[in-house]
């Protein structure tokens, strides 16, 4: 079975930053869309950021202007840059790559990073 393999989490300052990376276990073909959610303690899963595989992005309000989201189409990687990380953005980070079709979504999940923001 096919995993997504996220890397780059860690412990960071409080205005610190962070790469967060994924890649797929074998290959899994061309993905429409790739996408970050991060689930803090006790908090539900939420999503971070997407991007198409024509490279339109969308973030959530929380990260906008510090977190970009990019993507290797040869490689079928993704990545997350984190800028001015605060404590509110500890949680552990998910990658995640999902096809879509009429009504039908097929999607392939990390085991996530934990991303701590602490001084």
């Known amino acids: 079975q096919v995993q997504l393999v996220e890397s780059g989490g860690g412990l960071v300052q409080p205005g610190g930053s962070l790469r967060l990376s994924c890649a797929a276990s074998?290959?899994?073909?061309?993905?429409?869309?790739m996408a970050w959610h991060r689930q803090a303690p006790g908090k539900q899963r939420e999503l971070v950021a997407t991007?198409?595989?024509?490279?339109?992005?969308n973030y959530a309000d929380a990260v906008k202007g510090r977190f970009t989201i990019s993507r290797d189409n040869a490689k079928n990687t993704a990545s997350l840059q984190m800028n001015s990380l605060k404590p509110e953005d500890t949680a552990v980070y998910y990658c995640?790559?999902?096809?879509?079709w009429g009504f039908g979504r097929y999607d392939y999940w990390g085991q996530g990073t934990q991303v701590t923001v602490s001084s």
């Open positions: 995640n790559f999902y096809r879509t």
């Open positions: 074998r290959s899994i073909g061309s993905i429409d869309n």
């Open positions: 991007i198409t595989r024509g490279g339109t992005v």
